[in-house]
């Protein structure tokens, strides 16, 4: 699969593909206004996260197949700039619960655990590597969560399905899968995930690869 990306990782990624294969984008929204503290779900993308979108479908040289995203309007305007971009017309899957909320385990819980910490995502993010919060999922059974549903869904030949996400999901998939965020230095020396900024999986569910940051690595019955 040919992709351009400003995330030259993403472009060496898609290059991996086989041939014929079909592969899975998950990845953050594009570039939203400020988040309000007091309602995070209200942020839509900016006009240039608009174009940002556009660019990014623009640029994916394959077919488009299965569309999912988190039920959040940025999410969803994501998506279909993306799609308005590359000139397909495609349904957008909304799946709050695989998507947007996977962490969860008790809403009200984990709700008090994020305004405890004053959203500092990079706190949870070592916190479930070495532990357990009320209210969350384990950073194992959320990100299953997502790779199910990745991998339940599209699977056509020669086709790029596209999951659309928040930066705290892919956190998650980046210190399951990659091992971020085990020692405080990781969120130093790493950057956390970016807006448009995604994993490139293919392969089945009990056998598949993932490409992040420059790292392909293969998973067996993970």
Not at 59 to 68: A, E, L, Q, T
């Amino acid at each position: 699969m040919k992709l351009t990306s400003i995330y030259e990782h993403m472009e060496k990624g898609a290059a991996k593909i086989p041939n014929n294969a079909n592969c899975k984008i998950i990845f953050r929204h594009s570039i939203r206004e400020s988040i309000d503290l007091g309602d995070i779900r209200k942020a839509i993308l900016t006009n240039e996260g608009i174009e940002f979108a556009r660019s990014f479908g623009r640029n994916i040289d394959y077919r488009i197949g299965f569309v999912g995203s988190s039920s959040c309007e940025r999410n969803i305007q994501t998506c279909e700039e993306i799609l308005n971009g590359c000139g397909y017309t495609r349904p957008i899957n909304q799946a709050k619960n695989e998507l947007e909320l996977p962490q969860v385990s008790d809403r009200e819980l984990s709700d008090k655990i994020f305004k405890d910490y004053q959203f500092e995502n990079a706190r949870i993010i070592y916190e479930l590597n070495n532990g357990a919060l009320p209210g969350f999922n384990s950073l194992g059974k959320a990100s299953n969560i997502m790779l199910d549903y990745i991998f339940d869904n599209g699977n056509v030949e020669n086709t790029v399905d596209l999951f659309c996400t928040h930066d705290f999901q892919m956190a998650i998939l980046y210190a399951y899968l990659f091992d971020f965020g085990k020692i405080k230095d990781d969120f130093i020396n790493n950057k956390w995930p970016m807006m448009l900024e995604g994993m490139i999986i293919w392969g089945a569910r009990n056998h598949f690869w993932c490409s992040w940051r420059n790292e392909v690595k293969e998973f067996i019955n993970t």
